[in-house]
Structures are given as C-alpha cells and as structure tokens.
C-alpha cells in the first residue's frame, strides 16, 4: 500500500531520440520544402524575441520559479504570435 512509482527519465529520453531519429531519416530521404522564406525569417525573428525574454525571466528574482506576473506576460506573448497565424 505504501509503494511509491518511480518514474524514469530514460523511458521519455529514449522517445525523444527516437522522435529525432525518425524524422532526422524521413528528411534525408524525401526534404521538407515548401515554407517561404518570409515565414522562416518571422519565425526566426520571434524565437530571438522569446529567448531574449525568457532568459532574464529565469535570472532574475527566484529562480526556477514560474510566477503569475511571467506567465502572463509569456501569455500575451504567445497569443500575440499564434493569433495571426491562426487567422
């Protein structure tokens, strides 16, 4: 009655090399193509904007500790790049 699950990290670990493998071999056979470039370039420009964010939110104050105040603004970031992506 007492006996706690242990749960591992080789089994999701093992998953995600699997994940990449598949699609690393998928790619090399037949390559993804058809994003324009303008869709990567934005794209690109957002995933700059976002580590240029998170990471003086993970430095400062607590660290390692997800506040109400950082999700929102992580929030309305997010929503603000999927919502025209969306329409």
Do not use: C, Q
């Amino acid at each position: 009655m007492g006996k706690h699950r242990r749960t591992t990290t080789a089994a999701a670990t093992t998953t995600t090399a699997a994940t990449a493998a598949t699609m690393a071999t998928a790619t090399s056979i037949i390559p993804i193509g058809g994003i324009e470039k303008s869709t990567l370039f934005n794209d690109m420009l957002w995933v700059i904007l976002f580590s240029a964010i998170i990471l003086p939110l993970a430095y400062f104050g607590k660290r390692n500790v997800l506040t109400r105040k950082k999700g929102i603004i992580l929030l309305v970031l997010y929503l603000t790049f999927i919502i025209p992506l969306l329409s």
